[in-house]
């Protein structure tokens, strides 16, 4: 079976450009969650989303944001971007069965570089 | 809020030495307790994980009993391999989030020398 897979793999951007990171999650599991991995740090949550509808969301800038599909992948976008912005961004999924138990299961990531 | 430590790295061993990371939690209630690592340019695997107290979870040869009373859940390996080198992460699930995003702690870089 398929994983979480992510694209693109790298990206290189400017300061104030916009990016689009893309996420398709596992078969079958209706939740996707974003997080953003600063070098050298764990990661840091970002959203969540499940059915389409953001479950939640961690202490970022409105510059970030995301959204579901009905075939429950997701984009994550990024406005102006920053140089601090630079980082590898996780996409996760889960069944979302269970509100608090789900295991979440992660894509290789995109990395993303601003100069 | 909630919260992961974990030791500081890196960690350096010999193979076939034993291996402990310790990890230690702050939340309320009762979060479920993950390892996760992460290879060289890759993104993060699940190692393990435990979801209520004195539960163990094992797979690789590795594991980590959840405590509840020490708030800790440890990893460990009997004897470890070069293949082992990789960034381990605890995480916690937050309760107090939407659904159980997951807080993680920063990481403890493991090398192993032949």
Not at chain 2, 29 to 49: A, R, T
Not at chain 2, 75 to 90: N, P, R, T
């Amino acid at each position: 079976d398929a994983g979480v897979t992510q694209s693109p793999t790298h990206l290189i951007k400017t300061r104030g450009q916009q990016v689009t990171l893309r996420c398709s999650p596992i078969s079958g599991h209706k939740s996707v969650s974003w997080y953003q991995q600063v070098l050298g740090q764990g990661p840091q949550f970002i959203f969540q989303y499940y059915e389409k509808e953001e479950r939640g969301r961690g202490n970022f800038p409105d510059r970030f944001s995301a959204r579901q599909f009905p075939n429950y992948s997701s984009e994550l976008n990024v406005n102006a971007l920053l140089l601090g912005d630079s980082a590898l961004y996780l996409c996760a999924s889960s069944l979302a069965r269970d509100r608090v138990q789900e295991t979440q299961y992660f894509g290789p990531g995109t990395r993303l570089l601003v100069l | 809020g909630n919260s992961v430590t974990q030791m500081e790295g890196p960690v350096t061993l010999s193979e076939e030495a034993f291996l402990t990371i310790n990890c230690t939690y702050t939340a309320t209630g009762y979060p479920s307790l993950f390892w996760y690592v992460q290879y060289p340019g890759e993104g993060l695997q699940l190692l393990l994980k435990a979801t209520k107290a004195d539960d163990k979870g094992s797979n690789k040869g590795f594991e980590a009993t959840y405590r509840k009373e020490t708030t800790s859940f440890h990893l460990e390996k009997g004897s470890v391999q070069v293949s082992d080198s990789a960034v381990y992460f605890c995480a916690l699930s937050d309760l107090g989030g939407s659904q159980g995003n997951l807080i993680f702690g920063k990481g403890t870089k493991l090398s192993v020398k032949p």
